[in-house]
């Protein structure tokens, strides 16, 4: 059974960092591009970063560009979202989700995400 399951969320200060875990298991880690997505209350989800399979390949959404940093570790099927400068704006559930024949968000479409993590940005 594919398991998806994210921690590290947080209420923070505006400016503030976080970092999120993923933690995958029942499939292949390593054969699959991963995802960061999240839903922010009231709106629809949103793509905002992408990993290669190798992990040397990132992709960012314009909203999370050069404020985020998307990584893995293959060895220990995990993967991560460093986030920093954190604004009122990215409070959101933030799910980590696997390519597949399933739910469009953006470009692509999802099979797998997990139950998400709460990030809240509050002073």
């Known amino acids: 059974e594919v398991q998806l399951v994210e921690t590290g969320g947080a209420t923070v200060r505006p400016g503030g960092s976080l970092r999120l875990t993923c933690a995958a298991s029942?499939?292949?880690?390593?054969?699959?591009?991963m995802s960061w997505i999240r839903q922010a209350p009231g709106k629809g989800p949103e793509w905002i970063a992408a990993l290669n399979r190798r992990g040397d390949l990132e992709y960012y959404a314009q909203s999370v560009r050069g404020r985020s940093t998307i990584s893995r570790d293959n060895s220990k099927n995990m993967m991560y979202l460093q986030l920093n400068n954190l604004k009122p704006e990215d409070t959101a559930l933030y799910y980590c989700?696997?390519?597949?024949?399933?739910?469009?968000?953006?470009?692509?479409?999802?099979?797998?995400w997990g139950p998400g993590t709460q990030v809240t940005v509050s002073s």
């Open positions: 989700a696997r390519p597949g024949p399933g739910k469009k968000i953006g470009t692509h479409t999802y099979d797998n």
């Open positions: 029942g499939f292949i880690f390593s054969n699959y591009e």
